[in-house]
C-alpha cells in the first residue's frame, strides 16, 4: 500500500529527527570527543598557534635548542621598523642610514642590534637607542599567529631554517585548538584514581542492589502481599514517594535529616551526643546515607514488578499450601520466590544500568565527598568534565569516560533484550517460561 | 482486582503490617517534617514547633537579591514541563502508531533501536550534547533544553504507545477502511480514542519527569532567565551564606506541590507505569 507507506513516513518522521539529532547524534559525538583532548582551555571550536613561555617549554623536552633559539628575542632592520622610527621625530639620519646601510639584517640578541644602532652616524644616546632597538624587536615569543603557514613564514624572516620535523614539532607546540590523541583511554587504564572509582562505583552499585533495589523490594513486595489490599497499597504509595517526588526536593530532606542543625543532631542532643553533620563526617556515614537514599528510590520499582508478579500467582497454590499446614516463611520460601526467578533477574539487569548512570543523588548530596570517598564513575565524568574546581573542563576526558558507561549500557541492554524478551516483560512482567 | 485477603486467612497480617509500619516510619517522618517546618518555628535544639508563622513562604512576595523572581521560574517551569509533554505525545502517538500498524521500510531496525535508546544511560550523553548546544547556539535557552528533554524521553513514549496500539483490535481499523476512511482519518478518529487511558499515562508520566528534571537545566541552561523551580532550588541550597532550612523546605514544597496533587488522583496510572521502570 502505497498511502500507508507515505503516510507512515511522514508521521515517524519528528520522532526520528528528534532521537537523531539529540539522542544519536551525541552517542556518536561522545565516541568522537573521547578521541580528542578538548578542554576549557583548547575551546570546542579550531584554535591558533601561539608562542607562549609554555609552548617552549612543550619544545624544550624535544628540541632544546630550537626551543631556546625561539624564546630569544630577535632583532630584524626591516622597513616596518624604519617606517615606526620616522614616525618618532629623532634624527632623520637615524632612519635614512639604517634604511640604506643594514636593511634586512638579523640579530640574535638585544645587544648585538644596540651594538650597530650605537655606531650610527648620528651617535644615537643611551636612551635613543633603547627606543630605537624596540621598534626593530621581531621576538615571536607571545604572538599568535591564525595559521600554520603565518606561524612558519614569520620564523623562516627571522632566520629560521627548520626542518620538516622542526616545523611539525614547533606547530604542535604551540597549538593551542584540540588535536586527535587516545590520551584519554591511556589516562582512563593506568590512573590509580580511575581504578578508585571504579572500585567505589562497583561497590555501590552491588550493594545498593542487593540490599534495596532487589533485596528491599522483594521484601515490600512479600510483606504488602499479605496485607489487605487498601493496607498495601497505602504502603505502597509510601514507599512509592521517593521515586515521585523530584530529586532536588527529595535530597533536601536528607540533608536536613542528617545536617549538623537537622534533625539527627538535635535527636541525639537529647542524650548528650554533640552535633554533628552525618552525611558528611567521614566515609563510613557518606555511604551508609548514599545507599539509603538511592535505595529507597530504588526499591519501589522491584517493588511494583514483584508485587504484580505475585498477584499473578494462582491463588490455589496458596489455599493448598495452607491446607497441608505451610508456614508463611515456607509459602515465600516454595511457592513465592521460585515464581519470581525473572522477574528478579529482569530487576537486577535493569537497574543495573539505572544505578551505572544515576548520579544526581550523589551529587547534590555528598558531592562525592568526604574527599572523593563516594565519587561513582557518571559522577567523576560529570565533574571532569561539567564542573570543577580547577576551572579547566576536561571535555575530552569525560566523553571517554562516559563512553565507557555508554558501551556497558548498549551492551546489557542487548543482554536483556535478547535474554529477557524485553518488548513482553516491559508490559506485564509476568513471563514464567 | 483479586482480593488477596483470603488467600492467608490462617494467617494474621497484624505483625506484617506493624513491622512495615514501623519501617515506613523514618520516611513517613521525613515527609510530616518538610510541611511541618515551614508553617512554624521551633526553639533552637527541641523538634516540637512551638509557633505558627508564614515568614518561610516570603519567598512568593519578595525576590531575594541575586536570584530570579519565583513567579518567573514558575512560569519558565510551567513552558518547559507543558511544551515537553505536548511534543512527547504528539510526536510518540504518531510514531507508536506507525511502528505498530503501517508498513514502513526499516521498521524493525527502528523499533529495535528504540528500545535499545530506552535503555539507556541518557545521562552520559549530556557532555556531548553540551557540547551540540554551544555549537548550535542554543545553550542556555529554554528551546534547547526542552528539545533535548523531550528527545531523551521518547523512546520510552514511543514504546509505550506502540505497545498500546498493538492492544487495538484490527477489526476496527478494517472496518474504517471499508467505509471508505483514509489510513490517517482511521488513526484520528478510529484508533486513538481507543487508547485514550495509555496517551493520559503517557501525558501525567512526561510532565512529572519534565517538572522533577534537574541535571539537564542545570548544565544546559542555568542562567537567570531560564531557570527552573529544580535549579532555582539547587542554587538556594549551594548558597552556603544564606542555609535555612525552613525557606528551603517552603520553597521545596511550593515546587513539590503539583506533583503531589496529580500523584494523589492518578497513582493507579502511575503505578503501572513506574512498575516499568524508568530510573534508578
Known sequence: MRTSRTLGLIMIAPAAIMILLFFLMPVVLTAVFSLTNMSTA????????????????????????????????????????????????????????????????????????????????????????????????????????????????????????????????????????????????????????????????????????????????????????????????????????????????????????????????????????????????????????????????????????????IKAIPETQFHASEMDGASRWQQI?????PQLRWPILFVTCYQTLS??????????????????????????????????????????????????????????????????????????????? | MIEKTRVSANFSSVPVVLLLGLLSLPLVLIYAYLFIDTISNSDAGSLVPSEFTLQHWSFLWETKPGKPNIWLVTLNTFVFTSVITAVILLVSSMAGYVLSRLNVPARGFFLAGVMVLHAFPSVTLIIAIFIVLQYLGLYNSLLGVILVKAAIDLPLGIWLMKGFYDTVPWEIEMAGIVDGASRFTVWRRLVLPQIRPAVMALGLFSFLSGWSEFILPQVLAPGAQVQVLSVYLASLIADDNNFDFATFKAVGVFYVIPVLILYVFFQKHLMNIYGGGTKG
Open chain 1, 42 to 309: 583548547t575551546g570546542i571550536s579550531g584554535g591558533a598557534y601561539q608562542v607562549t613561555q609554555a609552548a617552549v617549554n612543550r619544545l624544550t623536552t624535544d628540541m632544546p635548542e630550537l626551543a631556546a633559539a625561539i624564546s630569544e628575542p630577535r632583532f630584524v632592520i626591516d622597513g616596518e621598523g624604519v617606517a615606526a622610527l620616522e614616525a618618532l621625530q629623532l634624527k632623520p639620519h637615524f632612519a635614512t642610514e639604517l634604511r640604506s646601510e643594514h636593511l634586512g639584517e638579523v640579530f640574535a640578541s638585544r645587544r648585538e642590534a644596540e651594538r650597530v644602532i650605537k655606531a650610527l652616524k648620528d651617535r644615537p644616546s643611551t636612551r635613543e637607542v633603547k627606543r630605537i632597538s624596540d621598534l626593530f624587536n621581531r621576538s615571536v615569543l607571545n604572538t599568535r599567529f591564525e595559521t600554520r603557514e603565518a606561524l612558519l613564514e614569520s620564523l623562516r624572516k627571522l632566520g629560521f631554517d627548520l626542518t620538516p620535523e622542526e616545523q611539525e614539532a614547533v606547530a604542535k607546540a604551540t597549538y593551542t585548538g584540540w588535536v586527535w590523541t587516545a590520551d584519554n583511554f591511556r589516562i582512563i587504564g593506568n590512573s590509580p584514581d580511575m581504578a578508585q572509582v571504579f572500585l567505589n562505583t562497583a561497590f555501590y552499585v552491588a550493594v545498593t542492589l542487593l540490599l534495596f533495589n532487589v533485596g528491599y523490594a522483594l521484601f515490600l513486595a512479600v510483606t504488602t502481599h499479605y496485607m489487605t489490599a487498601s493496607t498495601a497499597s497505602i504502603f505502597r504509595a509510601v514507599w512509592l514517594l521517593p521515586r515521585i517526588t523530584p530529586v532536588v526536593i527529595y535530597i533536601l530532606m536528607w540533608k536536613w535529616l542528617t545536617w549538623d542543625n537537622g534533625f539527627l543532631s538535635l535527636f541525639m542532643g537529647q542524650f548528650g551526643y554533640p552535633a554533628k553533620n552525618y552525611l558528611l563526617d567521614n566515609a563510613r556515614d557518606a555511604w551508609f546515607f548514599v545507599i539509603l537514599l538511592n535505595g529507597f528510590i530504588g526499591a519501589s520499582m522491584g517493588m511494583l514488578v514483584f508485587s504484580s508478579a
Open chain 1, 333 to 337: 520460601r516454595y511457592i513465592i520466590l
Open chain 1, 355 to 433: 544505578l551505572l548512570a544515576s548520579f544526581n543523588e550523589i551529587l547534590l548530596s555528598t558531592r562525592g565527598g568526604p574527599g572523593r570517598a563516594t565519587e561513582v564513575w557518571s559522577l567523576a565524568a560529570y565533574h571532569t568534565a561539567l564542573q570543577n574546581y580547577t576551572g579547566n573542563l576536561e571535555y575530552g576526558l569525560g566523553a571517554a569516560m562516559a563512553l565507557v558507561l555508554v558501551v556497558i549500557g548498549v551492551i546489557l541492554s542487548l543482554i536483556y533484550l535478547r535474554v529477557f524478551r524485553y518488548d513482553t516483560l516491559i508490559s506485564k512482567p509476568l513471563i514464567e517460561d
